[in-house]
């Protein structure tokens, strides 16, 4: 079992900032995946940020150059920077880790309100 807890949404102005952060917690010794999603009301959840099968990190085309996830293997603990934040990255924001046996753990997600 992997815990996920995320923190650090909240309320911004357009082109402000944010940065998220997930810390895992239990068995996290076989880990294929872990990275960032979001969900949107009415809207489909989609991969933000992820690394996979170690080191490879992709990104969504929307947040390319303005987004940047990184890891503190330490603390157990990805963070998501969010730069030049736009009312369509309003979601809940939410992590997840997939092990090489293929179960995928979910965060309980964090808000990320981008409006004036």
């Known amino acids: 079992q992997v815990q996920l807890v995320e923190s650090g949404g909240g309320l911004v102005q357009p082109g402000g900032s944010l940065r998220l952060s997930c810390v895992a917690s239990g068995s996290i010794s076989r880990i294929y995946s872990m990275g960032w999603y979001r969900q949107a009301p009415g809207n489909q959840r989609e991969m933000v940020a992820r690394?996979?099968?170690?080191?490879?990190?992709d990104y969504a085309d929307s947040v390319t150059g303005r987004f940047t996830i990184s890891r503190d293997n330490a603390k157990n603990t990805i963070y998501l920077q969010m730069n030049s934040l736009k009312p369509e990255d309003t979601a809940v924001y939410l992590c997840a880790y997939v092990t090489f046996g293929g179960n995928r753990y979910w965060g309980q997600g964090t808000q990320v309100t981008v409006s004036s």
């Open positions: 690394w996979h099968n170690g080191s490879t990190t």
